[in-house]
């Protein structure tokens, strides 16, 4: 008799998800397999999104190993082993995903995932990132990919090249579009790009707001979408927008007691629209706390000059007040609480000692004075913190409301956090080529998808059916991560035992709280474990 073990675990839930909104089929269709090669580009995807969701230390381009303890057939399909997973069938892969172009691939998966999971698209939320990479990725003659550069690192690694992403979000955080761009493009025009390639491909409903930071406001951005509802915030370098900031208003309390606004009409870049002045109470209370402690480092800083100051003889005493002037110029945020200028004789040319009778002595002038803090200013300033305008180009959106939709902006936002966890390792992806980077920045985003969608549809289920699921701290909940669900899903094992020419597999280790879940899950799920 011989027994072997595999690690099933949350892995037939993502196989389920993946199958559910077609992706393979769509894959299958767009990346046919041709010639000898032994698996379809669809099975090397599924297989990519399994290691990208496996939250685990394997590098994506080193993924082969990763399969050697999991149920490879079950997961995959008869026939495939772990040693098929080469770096090779990856490239090759990629290689195909690049020449159909990955954003016009993922804009057909993302489609044909918004009649799945058959929601109403009302927000758009649009953001971008770079990611760094070790190589040298030296650009071809005639290439029309993206370009790694050098620039600004979001990750502070500046001496890695690196690549831009775009992505486009739901309200959910269900992606439906990515593209890679250069390392070194602007966000303010690759984000209205982005925007434009989204509505011209999938058609949204006229009530449809495209969200995004203050990169997307711009005057030039402004006017291109003037055929688009649009939320973003403000840049508070606007003159307008400065001016405003640090206004007295009569402020309206909104239903949520921590909003104050103040609503007001502008036009900027030819476009009128509604911009609304909010007031955070616990953005001020931050707010406030900060500045406490940068007064406290810019007072200490000014002593440390003002001392070094006193320590100076300066001819006249002109020169003296002139200095004096300065160093309040520089520190608004200090008053001087005492100045007092005198003068001091001393010997000529630095001699030391005590100067001998009827010798000439030299009058210098020096500072004495004591630095306070600038309690009016500071106080001045600290009545306008927590306040952030946000901008709109429907009119007659409530200002409660614009804020609410604003705020959804994290759900992007966090998406690309899932996308630079320290399990995928970009950084020390070398695919030798930029479309590789291309095509696998792509993936990385569908599997965002694949995640976003298992959990939006648990989280649904469990609301539908009245249950719920341990969480951390043991206690009840509806509103479970997938990544907690996964580690819930540990220990499920695939056993076969061989007994002669006879095999018999079975799953081990399913208790109450793994069944649950997988039959909320679907069936698609239940046919990898039951």
Aim: hydrophobic content about 35%.
């Amino acid at each position: 008799m011989h027994i072997t073990t595999n690690s099933l675990d949350h892995h037939g839930i993502v196989c389920g998800i993946f199958d559910e909104l077609e992706i393979g089929s769509i894959i299958d269709e767009v990346l046919p397999k041709i010639g000898q090669h032994k698996l379809a580009h669809s099975t090397v995807i599924k297989a990519m999104i399994l290691n990208c969701l496996g939250f685990t230390d394997s590098r994506l381009y080193l993924y082969s190993q990763y399969f050697e303890n999991l149920p490879v057939e079950r997961l995959l399909g008869p026939g495939v082993s772990a040693s098929d997973l080469t770096d090779d069938v990856l490239g090759r892969t990629l290689d195909k995903i690049y020449e159909a172009d990955p954003t016009q691939l993922f804009m057909k998966l993302s489609m044909s995932m918004m009649e799945v999971v058959n929601l109403k698209v009302i927000q758009l939320h649009c953001d971008d990132t770079n990611f760094s990479v070790h190589g040298d990725y030296e650009p071809e003659d005639g290439s029309s990919a993206i370009e790694l550069t050098y620039g600004h690192a979001k990750d502070k690694r500046y001496d890695l090249k690196r690549f831009s992403m775009g992505m486009i979000t739901n309200q959910y955080g269900m992606p439906l579009f990515t593209q890679a761009y250069s390392g070194n493009s602007s966000d303010k025009e690759t984000i209205v790009e982005a925007m434009k390639r989204l509505k011209e491909n999938i058609d949204f409903l006229d009530d449809v707001y495209f969200i995004a930071d203050s990169s997307l406001y711009s005057e030039d951005n402004v006017k291109a979408l003037k055929d688009m509802k649009w939320i973003t915030r403000v840049p508070s370098t606007l003159n307008l927008c400065k001016e405003l900031l640090t206004s007295d208003f009569e402020f309206k309390q909104g239903e949520d007691p921590r909003y104050l606004f103040y609503e007001t009409m502008v036009e900027y870049g030819g476009i009128e629209q509604k911009w609304v002045v909010v007031h955070s109470k616990e953005m001020h209370k931050r707010k406030d706390i900060t500045f406490e402690k940068k007064i406290k480092k810019i007072l200490k800083k000014a002593q440390k000059e003002l001392k070094e100051l006193k320590q100076i003889d300066f001819a006249c005493e002109e020169d003296a007040r002139a200095a004096l002037e300065r160093w309040k110029k520089e520190n608004p945020y200090c008053l001087l609480e005492t100045v007092d200028i005198s003068t001091v004789s001393k010997r000529e040319k630095g001699k030391r000692g005590r100067p001998k009778k009827g010798e000439k002595l030299v009058t210098h002038y020096v500072v004495d004075a004591k630095a306070i803090k600038n309690e009016e200013l500071a106080l001045h300033e600290m009545k306008y913190h927590g306040r952030f305008i946000i901008g709109s180009s429907d009119l007659n959106l409530d200002a409660e409301e614009m804020l609410e939709k604003y705020k959804n902006q994290s759900k992007v936002e966090k998406g690309f956090r899932f996308i630079k966890d320290k399990s995928f390792r970009v950084s020390e992806v070398y695919l030798k080529k930029p479309e590789r980077i291309e095509a696998l920045s792509m993936i990385m985003v569908l599997t965002l998808m694949v995640y976003s969608v298992a959990e939006w549809k648990l989280r649904e289920k469990l609301k539908e059916t009245g249950e719920s699921i341990p969480n951390q701290v043991k206690k009840q909940t509806q509103k479970p991560t997938l990544k907690w669900v996964f580690m819930l899903m540990k220990g499920i094992t695939e056993v076969e035992v061989k007994k002669k020419s006879k095999a018999k597999i079975q799953i081990a280790n399913l208790d109450e709280i793994k069944e649950k879940l997988i039959r909320l899950m679907g069936k698609s799920c239940e046919k990898y474990y039951f």
